[in-house]
Structure formats: C-alpha cells, structure tokens
C-alpha cells in the first residue's frame, strides 16, 4: 500500500461482496478478540484453553459485580439489561466478550491509525451475514456511539473465526498521514470520537504524558538536539495531533539540516491548527536555507499577518520582532538578486 487512496479502493472492492462492518486495530494482534479476551489470553496455555476458560461465566461475574455496586437491585439481569450493561462497559474502556465495530470504514481506520505509530496496523472488513445472530446494536443515546457508528460482535468465547474476515493492513509510515485526512475531510479525530466527559477524562493520561515528553524536549532543544528529537517523538507517539510537538520537532530537524523532514513537521502542525504563526515561520527558514526566497518571503508573510494579530499579548512581541527580522533578510536578498 503506497497511499490512502490504495487503501480506500482495497477496503471498498473487499467490502462489494457482502454486507460489512469495520473494525480498526493499530497493530496486528494474533486474533480477533475481544478485551475480556485479551486480558486473560496471557494465562491460556495447554491445560488452561478456551473451550474450558468459560468466559461467559466470567463475564456473568463482572454483571453481578455491576448490578451490587452500581444498580443495587439483587433481581436477575434480564438479556435487554444485560446487553445494554455490557455495551455501557465497553465503550467506557471495561473488558468484556464484546468486539468493537462500526458502519464506517473512516472510523476504523482511525482506530487503525491512532496508536502505535511505528508498526502496522489493520482494517478488519467483517461479514455481517456470517454473525447476524450475535450482533448488538447499541441505543444511540450515548454521544460516542453516535460519532463511532457502533455495532458490537458479542462471541462467547470472545474470538471471531478468522475465515469470516477479510484484513486490510495499514502500513505505519501511513499512520500519521491517514490521522490528517481523516481529521481534514471526515471531521474524525479524538475530539470527534472521544466525544463526552468520559472520554476526555479517559484521554487526559495521555495527554499528560505528551506534555511532559514535550516539555523535556524543549528543554535538550539548545544543548542536546538528538536527545530533543527523542522526546518530541515520543510525545508524537502518545498523541499524533499535538500541533505544537511537530513545530518543536520541526525547528530540531531544521537545526539538523533535514529540511524535508522539517516541512512536513511544520505542514502537519499548520494542517491542525492553522491559527499559529510558528509553522509559517519555520517553513520560511526552511525556504530561506534553499534559497527560494520568493517562497520564503510568502510564508514569512502568512506568518506576520497571524502573530500580529495576537501582539497585545507581551510575550508575543519578542517573536513578532523575530520575524520581522527574517522578513527584512528575506527582503534583502531578493533584491540584491534583482540588481
């Protein structure tokens, strides 16, 4: 696969010959299983297997568990009660025998590409006809079921048969441009699909860990570029929309001397969110090393044009005077070329 294009037209000439939903993973597990599965699947061996590891029993449990702490009625779940329960654990992240689907092939290539940027992940095109009777189509009362276009699989053994799939795989080095196109043209990015205050709270983590990465990126960023890489990398890893990591990133392969590296940086971060002059203003230097300065000149432009904006702001006024700088250097050297 050599593009999001080749991508797409796989997934949809798999997906002519039956009715499918989608799943995204964003590495390519050994099944495809659920997350109750996958929790106990490091203690299945010889003598512990899934015909006698009773995962329906296990998950009878965990209802029980939810009925005395959080219903607190002793009456029996009845099978409506009990799929609602489940599906409400699943999409809070809970383990249960339920596998995650959806309508879209646009969602599950997020999944797809969301985490795990360095290895290959994959696009799971099931049959719906080979499962209609263990589907589950949860209420379209919760915000992320609307915005994931869910629809559970619900094995009891927590394993779909690999003979009802067919698998398209996601290379990584497509991760980071599919995350932008999705997010460009389909509106799909965490904010869309982690969309309620459970999400964000189960996102903040994350985000956290980012942050401190991006911090001790900035802070090797003057005596120590290759150890300033490792961090805004890592940051990248845990979230592959941070703008500010790809502009910070980019200004440390503009130091290295990787100026293609450093126009993608700065073009991703301007891709998701086009309101910050740093970008532009990377970019112009990188035009500015290659001399291309007519280039240069137009991307300084687009970067004073947004930093003036914001000047009211004192801690912006030592960069605006930057940029103008830059911009006059620019100015100087198309005009010596003119003489």
Partial sequence: MESIKDII???????????????GESKCH????????????????????TENFDFKTLENIILAE???NIIGDSNKIDSDLRLKILSEIQHYEGKTTFIDFSYSYFVAMFFASTHNLGKEGRVIILNKNKVNDILYEPAKTNNRVVAQKSIFVTPETGVIPGNYVDIVKIPAKLKMPILNYLRKYHNISKGSIYNDTIGFVQQQDMFLDAWHYYYQGNAYLSTNPDKSLEMYNKALEINPHFDIAYTQRGEIFLQLGQLKNAIEDFKT?????????NPYFGISKVYYRRCDFEIALDYSKQALEIQSKILKDPTQESLY????????????????STK
């Fill in 9 to 23: 037209q796989e997934i949809e000439s798999k997906a002519s010959h039956y009715p499918a939903i989608y799943r």
């Fill in 30 to 49: 050994r099944l495809i299983s659920s997350s109750l599965y996958r929790a106990y699947e490091k203690y299945l061996n010889s003598i512990i297997t």
């Fill in 66 to 68: 939810y009925r005395d």
């Fill in 269 to 277: 971060s301007i891709d998701i969110s086009p309101q910050f002059s």
């Fill in 321 to 336: 005077k930057d940029m103008k700088k830059h911009h006059q250097k620019i100015r100087r050297e198309i005009e010596k």
